[in-house]
């Protein structure tokens, strides 16, 4: 192994791109042909997601652990759900057991 030679642009490459951006200032999942997009969404410790029903249904967004529930969103319904502690949070429709989405939260500075 060659070591440090190699390793250094690298270095030399995070410190100068920094960390990566784990989301738009505003995180949004739109729901569409039963589906949440994107499906899974990562995002900052404190940051709320909007959750969009841009389709033709009726859906939930529902936490598989119980943490949170829309309840039915209707066509062109928005509900706004904040996430303060890091983990993964699965979620699906409890219409449509089939639509799976998560929300990754990333703890502040990680
Ligand atoms: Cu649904």
């Known amino acids: 192994m ?13 410190l100068l791109t920094g960390p990566a951006v784990a989301s738009p200032a505003a995180p949004e ?3 569409k042909d039963d589906a949440y997009n994107p499906k899974t969404l990562t995002i900052v410790a404190g940051q709320t ?4 029903n841009a389709d033709d249904d ?6 598989i652990d ?7 969103l209707d066509t062109g319904d928005v509900w706004h759900h904040a996430f303060t502690k890091p983990g ?6 409890e219409l449509h057991p089939f639509m799976k989405g998560a929300i990754v939260v990333k703890a502040v500075g990680s």
């Open 29 to 31: 999942v739109n729901i």
């Open 66 to 72: 119980g943490s949170f529930d829309s309840r039915g």
């Open 88 to 93: 993964t949070y699965r979620y699906f429709c």
């Open 49 to 52: 997601v909007t959750f969009v």
């Open 58 to 63: 009726a859906h939930t967004v529902t936490a």
């Open 2 to 14: 060659s070591g440090m030679k190699q390793l250094l642009p690298l270095a030399l490459a995070a």
